[in-house]
């Protein structure tokens, strides 16, 4: 299982010992990294900052606009209504067309009330986002356990949550676990990425 961090370190040799380990990026539009320092890892991923109330059209399409050029993108999240599965299918009728025109693929965000059903054929992704209930759900288990898409885990900021999202199948996952001291923490998110990857390697044997 892949993890994208929500933080990039200042320290090269940080730096250096997360792509060593296959870590990515999860971009968003208030980051102040350049291109060339997100295009050195070895994937990442474009979040449009609906969690945290700060989406503004006008700069999230500029982010993407931007960002475009840069190699290995996983995906980006097409703007969603946190908490609200309706809202968020509304949303992405009316984003993902222009998420995908330019040239990213799109994931479609499980929000409270998404059962599976009312998932877009044309997603790419599925991100799992909503409240933590929701998140960590037997519905959203069994979403994941049917899909035939590659599943993100977002805000996964601890060792047992990266735990779950290997459990649950999931592709990827990303936290914020390095901003709260990357020096410290470096060598314990190692080991969790290692011991996170060994279920997918289980099944793949």
Known sequence: MLYLSGSIPQSEAIRDRMRAMGVGIMRTPGMGNSLDVVASFPCWAADNGCFSAKWDPTRW??????????????????????GDAVATRTRWDEWAPTVRALGYPVAYVLQDGEDGSTIPADADWLFIGGSTQYKLSTTVAGIVAVTALPVHMGRVNSIRRLALAARFGCTSADGTFLAYGAEANIGILEAAVRTARQPMLERVS
Do not use: E
């Not at 399409?61 to 946190?82: G, H, K, M, Q, Y």
């Open 61 to 82: 399409l500029a982010f993407l606009t931007r960002f475009a050029s840069v190699p290995n993108c996983l995906f980006a999240v097409c703007p969603d209504v946190v």
